[in-house]
Nanobody, 125 residues
Framework: QVQLVESGGGLVQAGGSLRLSCAASGRTFSTYAMGWFRQAPGKKREFVAAITWNGGKKYYADSEGRFTISRDNAKNTVYLQLNSLKPEDTAVYYC???????????????????WGQGTQVTVSS
């Protein structure tokens, strides 16, 4: 089990950028795959990106190349760089962790056992 705390959300104009951070605590962080999900009011939680324990493989939802996931195991932190933001990107963004990820399909929320509390991203027109 790993504890996760997101930060970096806020209000940004359309076309702007944010970098979300997820700080993790736990002895086994470096062995966990990490993911980002988002959820807007009235919507289901949606997969955004994921990264394997060693950063060797990344998964993305269809974001038109605007988002980038990365991790720094020495700092126990995973990042989500959000560029060219659009109003439809407005949501609470959640960090998630799990010891394993599927290798033959895109990750789903049910694949992750640990979750942070989320950070709000609001994109204005």
């Amino acid at each position: 089990q790993v504890q996760l705390v997101e930060s970096g959300g806020g209000l940004v104009q359309a076309g702007g950028s944010l970098r979300l951070s997820c700080a993790a605590s736990g002895r086994t962080f470096s062995t966990y795959a990490m993911g980002w999900f988002r959820q807007a009011p009235g919507k289901k939680r949606e997969f955004v990106a994921a990264i394997t324990w060693n950063g060797g493989k990344k998964y993305y939802a269809d974001s038109e190349g605007r988002f980038t996931i990365s991790r720094d195991n020495a700092k126990n932190t995973v990042y989500l760089q959000l560029n060219s933001l659009k109003p439809e990107d407005t949501a609470v963004y959640y960090c998630a962790a799990d010891p394993t990820l599927p290798s033959t399909r895109s990750p789903r929320a049910g694949d992750f056992g640990s979750w942070g509390q989320g950070t709000q991203v609001t994109v204005s027109s």
